[in-house]
């Protein structure tokens, strides 16, 4: 069974408590239910991380490089956080590990602050799920698995 690795960057530890008119009420654990839920109903197994520290995320973002590479990952599904917006160090990991990679937001960043309209991520990104609420994180799985095969 392929795997698809989950990795959620930073603040989205506080997942139900965080801005909840921005992120909504459904915690972290919530998310990462909903992600095994959709992996196991589409015959993939679904790992997730999360990590409040950039080079952590290089690191995970690295590793996935080499299971894609050994056939054993189909890719990895990214909530950067506020990194999206300033991480070229993201950007170069993800094509320099040639990782597919669906960029995934919970709210729609387009409308709000003009500093999260630029993703650093998407250009390197396979496809991007914004603004879709946590609903997105099922949807991305499943977006992955469908342009993989
Ligand atoms: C976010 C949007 C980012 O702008 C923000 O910094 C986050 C969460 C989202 O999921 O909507 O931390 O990626």
Redesign the pocket.
């Known amino acids: 069974m392929k795997k698809i690795l989950v990795l959620n960057g930073?603040?989205?530890n506080l997942l139900g408590t965080r801005e909840p008119a921005?992120?909504g009420h459904e915690t972290l654990a919530d998310v990462e239910r909903m992600c095994a839920e959709a992996g196991a109903a589409l015959g993939v197994e679904v790992e997730c991380r999360q990590s409040n520290h950039e080079g952590v995320l290089l690191d995970w973002i690295h590793e996935a490089g080499r299971e894609v590479a050994a056939g054993r990952m189909l890719g990895v599904v990214m909530?950067?956080?506020?990194y999206?917006?300033t991480s070229i160090a993201l950007h170069d990991a993800i094509k320099g590990a040639s990782v597919p990679l669906i960029e995934l937001?919970?709210?729609n960043?387009h409308a709000?602050e003009s500093f999260?309209h630029h993703s650093y991520i998407s250009p390197a990104a396979r496809g991007i799920i914004v603004g879709l609420g946590v609903k997105g994180y099922p949807l991305a799985i499943e977006a992955l698995v469908r342009v993989s095969s």
Do not use: C, D, F
């Open positions: 930073p603040n989205l921005q992120y909530n950067p956080g506020a999206t917006h937001h919970i709210s960043v709000r999260r």
